[in-house]
């Protein structure tokens, strides 16, 4: 059982250059979620996806964009990689347990991209 | 979603209990209180929930008083492997799907 899985783990960039991160769940969960973490920081939510073909922002969505064409997918876009968007990034999936008891979110294992 | 404010870092000596509040005054009827842990270089991963009073499980003890305007994560006699950050959320998180992190706690346990 893989869980969730994001691809690449590791990435390095040049200012200017496109790139797609790719998460992959197979629990099949309804949601889904990608954060950025700077050194020293909590995570910061970009996007999120509460069901295939739905996607909103998160509180730092700027300078990416999102799809989520399948259920099991994610996908995070970069279509113009800047050097301020250096960082980990973290996908996430949980069920949807409606109103009440939260439901536990699973987390990916990190891609770790540097924009030079 | 409710704001939610704890202490930015914690020192601890292995052995001891270690407890970290999380003040949330404008907590809503519908929101649950959950508790995530990170280690360096890792995702976060679920500890413990709780809507009122006291939650136990084999990790941590979760202690919610009555007006729910704060609550205090409880571990056990820490050791060196509890170093890690641990992060208070409160909302109605099933319901609405936003799962938003704030700065955490960094508890450092020491020998």
């Known amino acids: 059982n893989a869980g969730v899985t994001q691809t690449p783990k590791f990435r390095v960039l040049k200012t200017g250059q496109s790139m797609t991160l790719l998460c992959a769940q197979d629990m099949n969960h309804e949601y889904m979620y990608w954060y950025r973490q700077d050194p020293g920081m909590g995570l910061r939510l970009i996007h999120y996806s509460v069901g295939e073909g739905t996607t909103a922002k998160g509180e730092v969505p700027d300078g990416y964009n999102v799809s989520r064409l399948k259920k099991q997918n994610f996908l995070l876009g970069l279509e113009s990689a800047a050097p301020s968007q250096t960082s980990v990034y973290f996908c996430?999936?949980?069920?949807?347990?409606?109103?009440?008891?939260?439901?536990?979110?699973?987390f990916g294992q990190g891609t770790r991209l540097t924009v030079v | 979603l409710a704001k939610t404010t704890q202490p930015i870092s914690m020192d601890s000596y292995e052995g001891q209990e270690v407890n970290i509040t999380c003040s949330h005054n404008?907590?809503?009827?519908?929101?649950?209180i959950t508790w995530y842990q990170q280690f360096p270089s890792q995702g976060p991963r679920f500890i413990i929930q709780g809507y009122k009073t006291k939650v136990t499980n084999e990790v941590a003890s979760l202690f919610i008083p009555a007006d729910r305007k704060s609550s205090t994560l409880s571990l056990p006699r820490v050791s060196l492997s509890d170093t890690a950050v641990y992060y208070c959320?409160?909302?109605?998180?099933?319901?609405?799907?936003?799962?938003?992190f704030g700065q955490g706690t960094t508890l450092q346990v020491k020998p």
């Open positions: 404008n907590i809503a009827t519908n929101d649950y």
């Open positions: 996430a999936s949980s069920y949807s347990s409606g109103r009440g008891l939260n439901a536990e979110a699973f």
């Open positions: 959320l409160v909302g109605d998180i099933g319901n609405t799907g936003k799962l938003i």
